[in-house]
């Protein structure tokens, strides 16, 4: 009968290293993939926020426009 736990003496430290190396490769493929993805968000937050100071510099000189005057709310 054989000993369960002889099994796992027979795996090589080799092995395990090998294994690490790729956990370690693939962990690292997903951060660096994380951090791209993280700069372009960045930049795209960054580019909508400068179209709302844009909206918001224009609608300043603007008058109000009172919209609710329409056929769909009764008034006129």
Do not use: C, Q, W
Request: charged fraction near 30%; avoid cysteine.
């Amino acid at each position: 009968m054989t000993n369960p736990f002889s099994t796992i003496l027979l795996i090589k430290e080799s092995t395990i290293v090998y294994l690490l190396i790729v956990v370690v490769v693939f962990f690292g493929i997903l951060l660096l993939l994380g951090v791209r993805k993280s700069y372009k968000l960045k930049k795209e937050n960054e580019r909508l926020d400068a179209i709302n100071r844009k909206i918001a510099e224009e609608a300043k000189d603007k008058p109000y426009r009172d919209f609710t005057e329409g056929h769909m709310y009764g008034g006129d």
